[in-house]
């Protein structure tokens, strides 16, 4: 029996990289020092990127089921509609937000990965490791006080913002601690004249008011403190503030959760050190302002998981998860800054910047081209690993993606239960098939339709183009599966 991965946390991160894992046919351990799943709401928003990645894992439709779908956000000064950004423009086919709590979305990924007969092993804690080289040496402590000793083909951290993980490897968390604060409710909202499934931000000079569907007519509401100290408010302090920055006659009731927190933006430089690797909070964590945290933690999982497998399986390199930190960290830092630009936009605090504010936003936002931009933008369908390692070619003079960017299609969307394979997007040929039988253990046994017949696309199990070549330019995807393809034996780590 081949050593288990061992993924650290069963929070949305460990539990998507362990269900990516199993579903690739991996052996994965998870556990979790909890002895039971969160039940707090936390990260509300999967943006349609997320979506699309679940989609091909085999889960979105659970999700679809679950979560309150919501079309568009507005922006708001009183009783004055500044914009309203719809997502139906969203280029993908999940174009909108999926309002979900996270305890559900625990809650379904931890069925999602059942299905594969792999549990989450619950109240057992890792308290130290050794990384030998050929596995590392984890040491378990499970309830009851018992010890365990495993060696695990690679150690996963995704054991959230106080990693044990990271702080065993001794990895800087490098960045700031920002002067702000804020408080959060969960309650039942009436008398908010906005469309129902609508996520609302009301803008006054004190400061927002943000309103976010949870269920029909249960909200999650936060608002920043301004110079007061974090504290944990009650129904009365949420309601005033509601009363005072909101548009006035609206109810708060039964609230299920009242809380306070602090902003922090920090990452690693690396995620990865020999066997060990970090993923989600663990490795990066910003602002809430845009709900990106669990999603970017989500799809660090959907990256580093089918690499993994392939390695794992002997069918590539260990160099290709050389690729993973590359990519991933420059995702985060993309998205740490735009949180950063977003958190301080909302909290201007001098009344002439909010006023020059109020009024960009209200013209800027009636253009449809603005409106757009900042919906794909949230979407997530932007990201992209334009400086991979992995990339070759290009698509110059094609229509369709270049290397680095996603390619949604439907083979590459539905790879089923099966080792992750790349696609080979091109017309169906004698050069095409000749290629799928030179590299069978890492291409689909099928070509799929290109974007352009007049170019070959080489597509990532996790959607992004790995290689892109005009027709007849067979040496560009030869050359980048040679690259990625199995060891030899002198490759170490
Ligand atoms: C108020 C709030 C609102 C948010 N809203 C959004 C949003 O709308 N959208 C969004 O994308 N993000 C949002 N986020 C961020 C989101 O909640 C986090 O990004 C997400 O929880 C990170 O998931 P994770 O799996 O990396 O870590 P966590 O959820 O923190 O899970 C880590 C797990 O590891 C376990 N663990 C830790 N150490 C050990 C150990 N030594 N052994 C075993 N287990 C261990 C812990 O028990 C825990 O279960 C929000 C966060 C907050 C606080």
Known sequence: MSKPVLVIGAGPVGLTMAAELARYGTPVRIIDRLPARTTQSR?????????????????????????LRADA?????????????????????????????????ERLLEEHLGTFGTPVERGTELTDFVDRDDSVSCTLRHAGGRIETLEAAWLIGCDGAHSFVRGRLGMAFEGDTLPMGFVIADVHVAGLAVPPDEPAIFWHPDGAVMFFPITQGRYRIIADLGSVPLHRPDLGEMQAIVDRRGPGGIILSNPV?????????????????????????????HSPAGGQGMNMGMQDAFNLAWKLALVERQDASPRLLNSYSSERSGVARQILSDSRRMTTIVLLRSHLAQRVRNFTVKQGFRIPVVRRAIANRLSGILIGYPDSPLNMGSARGLRGPGPGQRLVSRCSSKQGNRPPRFVLAARDSAEARAMIARHPTLLMPEPCLPPDENGIWLIRPDGYVAAAAKCGNWTVIDMALNGYGRPSKHQGL
């Open 43 to 67: 990260a509300l928003a999967v943006w349609p990127r997320t979506l699309e990645l679940l989609d091909a894992a085999g889960c979105a439709d659970a999700f679809r089921a679950t979560g």
């Open 73 to 105: 956000v507005s922006l708001h000064a009183g009783n004055s509609t500044l914009a309203r950004i719809p997502f139906g423009t969203i280029a993908s086919p999940f174009n909108y937000l999926l309002m979900i709590a996270q305890s559900e979305t």
């Open 257 to 285: 959760w009242l809380s306070d927190f602090g902003v922090n933006e920090r990452k690693v430089r690396n995620y990865r050190r020999g066997r060990v690797f970090l993923a989600g909070d663990a490795a990066h964590i």
